[in-house]
């Protein structure tokens, strides 16, 4: 499935930094600046740090993100939610941001994740070229085949700056995506507990 993506780019079919910063230069002559000029010197150079870091979801492996779990779990086997995940992206049709936080949810089956497993995992994935569904499939699919709980429930809520900053610019409007496998998938009454559980404030 092409949501499904562990690690991508191996580090030999990439540019040079050289190549990142010379880039950055003709984006800056392309804008209208002069990548010459005192103010603008430096920038290839930071946005090419900055890309670095933004984009390190794809130097992780998801496999060993989530290769820990615990089986002493002293029988609970009822939802195990982590709510309110903050997380940046950016859409990978305009490469502008996205903001906003991850709701996940499984129901164990013998064995459980750490809980910065979890963040871990939203972290991953957002810091990835993305669209918010393609986001919430990975998240959720990642979790159900490492952990095989007896489902998985992950709700995004985001706002999109290619639409707040350009094209239709309505700021402060939010987009909403689930996805549940298994029990939530399957159960309605399952689906109702965990949307509660995360608005329950």
């Known amino acids: 499935m092409d949501a499904i993506v562990n690690k991508l780019a191996p580090v030999d079919q ?6 990142a910063e010379d ?40 496999e ?7 089986e002493e779990v002293a029988g609970y086997d009822d939802i195990v ?4 995940i903050p997380f940046f992206s950016h859409c990978e049709h305009h490469m502008l941001p996205v903001i906003g936080k991850a709701h996940v949810a499984y129901l164990p089956d013998g064995r459980v994740l750490g809980l910065s497993k979890i963040a871990r995992v939203v972290e991953v994935f957002g810091r990835r ?13 990642a979790i159900d085949e490492s952990l095989s709980p007896k489902g998985v429930a992950v709700f995004i ?37 965990f949307m509660s559980m995360v608005r329950g404030r």
């Open 14 to 19: 990439r540019p040079s930094r050289e190549e």
């Open 23 to 62: 880039a950055v230069r003709v984006l800056l002559r392309w804008a209208g600046d002069d990548p010459d000029r005192e103010g603008l010197l430096d920038t290839p150079k930071r946005v090419a740090k900055a890309y670095r870091e933004l984009f390190s979801g794809y130097d992780a492996d998801i």
């Open 64 to 70: 060993e993100v989530l290769g820990t779990t615990f």
């Open 81 to 84: 939610l982590v709510r309110d």
């Open 129 to 141: 070229l993305q669209t918010q569904e393609a986001m919430t499939a990975q998240i959720a699919a």
């Open 157 to 193: 809520e985001a706002e999109h700056m290619c639409m707040a900053m350009r094209g239709v610019q309505k700021s402060g409007s939010t987009t909403l995506t689930t996805t549940f496998t298994g029990r939530f998938k399957d159960n309605a009454a399952e689906q109702a507990r």
